[in-house]
């Protein structure tokens, strides 16, 4: 998953985006995503994704129970939010932060095409330590999402 140093977190764990900030958010993500792939490209891209990300609650879950605890991201629509993630139990005890994204009709959608798949509820980000981690990082300790362009 993501995030390498924990104790820059702010304690808050969850975290919630919508309307314009939530169309910042995803666009930057959307950016770091091609930019890491474009540096990337010896895997195909089904391999490249698999490498980056946890996609579907049922391997965000399984990714989460073999972590150790602390580090990492979860990103979840809230449209059909799990109710195994949502507990944020499980998140809280590896000090996973969860973004919310709440989208009242294309919330999956939106964070399926991160992942070049039609929809996604879950996605984790893994620690690789390239653009997309820095990215996260950047919103979750900095707050940057309102300086990003559209």
């Known amino acids: ?5 924990p104790p820059l977190l702010p304690p ?12 910042r958010f995803l666009k930057s993500i959307q950016r770091e995503i091609e930019s890491a792939r474009a540096v990337d ?3 195909p891209q089904k391999f490249w994704i698999k ?10 879950t399984r990714s989460l129970e073999r972590m150790p605890p602390n580090h990492g991201t979860n990103l979840c629509s ?20 969860l973004i919310l994204l709440k989208d009242r009709k ?33 919103v979750l300790v900095g707050d940057k999402i309102d300086s990003i362009e559209v």
């Open 12 to 23: 808050q764990s969850q975290f919630c985006f919508e309307g314009e900030k939530l169309s």
């Open 41 to 43: 490209a010896s895997l």
């Open 1 to 5: 998953m993501s995030i390498h140093n």
């Open 106 to 138: 294309e919330g999956s959608l939106r964070l399926g095409e991160l992942v070049k798949l039609k929809t996604s509820i879950a996605i984790g980000i893994k620690a690789k330590g390239n653009a997309i981690n820095q990215a996260i990082k950047e």
């Open 78 to 97: 809230d449209e059909h939010f799990p109710t195994n993630v949502d507990d944020d139990t499980l998140a809280a005890s590896r000090n996973v932060p």
């Open 51 to 60: 490498q980056q990300f946890a996609v579907g609650v049922n391997e965000v």
